[in-house]
């Protein structure tokens, strides 16, 4: 079992950035992939970013080139620094962790945190 909490949201204003934590335990995070979801008000949840267990990693093309995630195995978190973040970027990120090769159904999943970008 994985326990997954999520932090670093908040209310910032457009073209500012966050970085977003989620502290895993229960299980070290290798062998795990992890990744970063967002669902907005009124839409479906959608993944942003994830880091395999090799390092290997996938963005979203919303957020290429703005959104860098990244793991510390040692400390057992994955991070997601959003740099020039737009209202578009609204919404409650979690943080997933599901074993290398799994699909994403099987995921254990953290409460959220809520980002808010003012225009």
């Known amino acids: 079992q994985v326990q997954l909490v999520e932090s670093g949201g908040g209310l910032v204003q457009a073209g500012d950035s966050l970085r977003l934590s989620c502290a895993a335990s229960?299980?070290?995070?290798?062998?795990?992939?992890m990744g970063w979801f967002r669902q907005a008000a009124g839409n479906e949840r959608e993944i942003v970013a994830y880091?395999?267990?090799?390092?290997?990693?996938y963005y979203n093309t919303a957020v290429k080139g703005r959104f860098t995630i990244s793991r510390d195995n040692v400390k057992n978190t994955v991070y997601l620094a959003t740099n020039s973040v737009q209202p578009e970027d609204t919404a409650v990120y979690y943080c997933?962790?599901?074993?290398?090769?799994?699909?994403?159904?099987?995921?254990?999943w953290g409460q959220g945190t809520q980002v808010t970008v003012s225009s």
């Open positions: 880091v395999a267990g090799s390092g290997w990693t």
């Open positions: 229960g299980s070290t995070l290798s062998g795990y992939m």
């Open positions: 997933a962790a599901v074993l290398d090769g799994s699909t994403w159904s099987g995921a254990y």
